[in-house]
């Protein structure tokens, strides 16, 4: 029987997370004890039984999960998504299926649980990010795979893993994280490449199950394809396996995403602070408040929302750094959040100064750089404009009358006043209200 995509139901499924905008992601695991990012295994060709032994110094004592969310509340986040478990197979959670737990380790604390409680006590709603790739198992590819620590390693031939094995194993824990945490609100795969997507995964029984247990849930993309493709919701072929959004990684989309109908596509730009997702003590190359805040506005713009990520070292606090950018993103967001929440592209074109959000009769004016003399309120009709607003502090912005756009009678001009130096430098939103 082929699969009946219900449209409806997936427009209701949807809209709480393309109102919400903006989460945070966050990287957390045993990497964060070599503090080399989370792709060290691999990349430094450590064997599983090696890797594991940091298993044995887990003990992050300083993790405060609701300090985490009370952070991410700050930043004006709606959304947060914690690793349950990354490549590596190191799990966060309590697993009949392995003791390769945070539960197993000095620290004895089941993380995905503590992160869930406090997301939920913040007002946040709460994803799992979940590996669909396990350099730990036995049964998973070794030599050869693309990705594996092991793969040039002639010593670690496949010769009697059993990928079936794996997969059981997989969607175990899969349905133990959809029973055992109440209800979830993203899962977030990651990642199928080369042949391992799709029913490779036995991925059309592992969405019946989530679904099944967790029917209001979102899952992206990535059972299908990784930060790399679409999937099949974009091809307008659906498979019942399909992602519900789209997952670009570490690119804002030229002009957003649509579909082959040329319909807008779910989608979420995931983000590092720095260049890597785990913690990395070596990179100090943050992304600062201001751009990350102009990168939050382009991609509501353009009908996208952004997880940004941050990667807590192994004591379990975010790097002080992570939580300065938190913070000065929050303060523009305390006055702002109406120009990004609820927000998606105004269907006008991009003003030269910066960009417009918009929410039925509000467009929000993003002002970048200031222009000279009054701002050009470029394809907004100017009957249209009931009133315009400073959006930081609702003051009235006065549609100019000067004589030195005289020329151009067909744009509406706002008059931000004598002082070229805006109140926001990053970002000054004007909030227009349309007749
Ligand atoms: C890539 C990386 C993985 C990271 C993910 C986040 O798949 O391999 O380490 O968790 O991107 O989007």
Excluded at 48 to 58: I, K, N, P, T, V
Excluded at 275 to 281: D, E, I, R, T, Y
Aim: proline share 6%.
């Amino acid at each position: 029987m082929s699969y009946e995509f219900d449209r409806e139901e997936y427009s209701r499924r949807i809209r709480w997370f393309t109102d919400a905008r903006f989460g945070l992601f966050i990287h957390w695991g045993l990497y964060s004890i070599p503090a080399r990012g989370e792709w060290v295994q691999s990349e430094e060709r450590i064997p599983a039984d090696e890797y594991a032994g940091l298993s044995r110094e887990f003990d992050p004592a300083a993790c405060d999960m609701r300090r985490w969310m009370e952070d991410a509340r700050a930043a004006g986040m709606g959304y947060a998504v914690l690793t349950a478990k990354h490549h590596d197979g190191f799990c966060l959670f309590d697993s009949a299926q392995t003791d390769f737990t945070s539960v197993r380790s000095p620290a004895g604390r089941d993380f995905v649980r503590e992160f869930l409680d406090a997301a939920r006590a913040a007002g946040l709603r709460a994803g799992l990010y979940y590996s669909l790739i396990d350099w730990h198992h036995p049964d998973f590819p070794h030599y050869g795979d693309r990705n594996h620590p092991m793969r040039d390693n002639p010593a670690y031939s496949n010769e009697g893993r059993d990928f079936g094995r794996y997969l059981d194993y997989m969607h175990a824990q899969v349905r133990e994280l959809c029973e055992n945490y109440g209800k979830l609100d993203i899962l977030w795969f990651d990642f199928s490449y080369d042949e391992l997507r799709g029913e490779a995964w036995r991925a059309g029984e592992l969405v019946d199950m989530v679904r099944s247990l967790q029917p209001g849930i979102i899952i992206n993309n990535r059972l299908e394809v990784s930060g790399e493709g679409f999937g099949s919701l974009a091809e307008c072929r659906p498979t019942p396996w399909h992602g519900d959004f789209v997952t670009p990684e570490c690119i804002v989309p030229p002009r957003g995403l649509f579909d082959a109908q040329g319909d807008p596509l779910c989608w979420e730009s995931c983000v590092t602070m720095n260049n890597h997702w785990g913690f990395c003590a070596a990179d100090g190359f943050y992304k600062s408040a201001p751009m990350l805040i102009r990168k939050l506005v382009e991609c509501v713009s353009k009908g996208g929302n952004m997880l940004l990520n941050v990667g807590p070292d192994a004591s379990g606090r975010f790097p002080e750094r992570a939580r300065e950018i938190l913070y000065e993103i929050g303060a523009w967001m305390d006055k702002n959040s109406d120009s990004i929440l609820g927000c998606g592209p105004s269907g006008l074109e991009k003003p030269e100064f910066g960009r417009y959000t918009r929410r039925g009769d509000r467009l929000y004016v993003h002002i970048f750089d200031n222009t000279i003399g009054p701002l050009p309120l470029y394809g907004v009709d100017r009957e249209r404009i009931a009133s315009v607003r400073r959006l930081c502090d609702r003051s009235e912005v006065p549609i100019s009358k000067s004589w030195v756009h005289s020329d151009y009678p067909e744009l509406a001009f706002a008059d931000l006043g004598p002082d070229p130096m805006l109140p926001d430098m990053t970002d000054t939103v004007l909030e227009v209200r349309l007749k």
